[in-house]
């Protein structure tokens, strides 16, 4: 147990419809962190997160969007959702330490499947 | 761009014999390297990491990786495998940014163990 938690574990819904992913990251981490792992793009990095502050944007649609709340949990929020957005999204967390020297703890991820 | 290249998408093995799982990374400066493991159902587990100093480094559940920077390779290996070694294994490249600090994935390379 890396001590990342996320909800739900499974989410199952219609093209067109909104959804949101929640994370918990590990005690005492400010950083949050998404991926998305797909079977043909593989573990892609979403968006970074550092106590509450966007830091880093990766290969993530405009329809996606996140935010970190004053308690650190998170959220990514996924709307007008499309068939091929179905996917494991995973968070991860970790102390930002800076130099480079940091660990993410990924949490279960959240299965979603879009019908 | 940074990028990292698993070679072998799946590998059968049978229980007792030695391992290697190969990864190759392309980066401009020093690495940040990173083994997870990702079982079925469940999310990506740490293995070892890599960071500086020594270039050989151990890891948990008997798994080693050697880091080699005239290779650009950090393969990982394990003396003798067991039937609970059956997953999917990832390297990651670390890339520390501005305020942040992203992982960069493999494809993963599928174990099976074979009794």
């Known amino acids: 147990d890396s001590g990342v938690t996320q909800t739900p574990k499974h989410l199952i819904t219609a093209t067109g419809q909104r959804v949101t992913l929640r994370c918990s990251p590990r005690?005492?981490?400010?950083?949050v962190y998404w991926y998305q792992q797909s079977l043909d793009q593989g573990l892609q990095f979403l968006i970074h997160y550092y106590n509450g502050e966007e830091r880093a944007k990766g290969n993530i649609l405009e329809r996606f969007s996140a935010q970190q709340f004053p308690d650190l949990h998170s959220e990514l929020n996924l709307s007008s959702l499309e068939l091929g957005d179905s996917a494991l999204y995973f968070c991860a967390s970790s102390v930002v330490k800076g130099g480079g020297t940091d660990t993410q703890y990924f949490g279960p991820g959240t299965r979603l499947t879009v019908l | 761009a940074q990028s990292v290249t698993q070679p072998d998408i799946h590998i059968t093995v049978s229980e007792g014999a030695s391992l290697e799982l190969r990864c190759n990374y392309s980066y401009g400066a020093t690495p940040y390297l990173f083994w997870y493991v990702q079982s079925p159902g469940q999310g990506l587990q740490l293995l070892l990491k890599?960071?500086?100093?020594?270039?050989l480094v151990q890891g948990i559940k008997g798994f080693e990786a050697e880091f080699k920077r005239s290779q650009s390779s950090f393969n990982l290996r394990k003396p003798s495998v067991h039937w609970s070694d059956a997953a999917e294994y990832f390297c990651a490249v670390g890339t520390p940014g501005a305020g942040s600090y992203q992982l960069t994935f493999g494809k993963g390379t599928k174990l099976s163990v074979i009794p």
């Open positions: 005690s005492g981490d400010l950083s």
């Open positions: 890599y960071f500086s100093g020594d270039t």
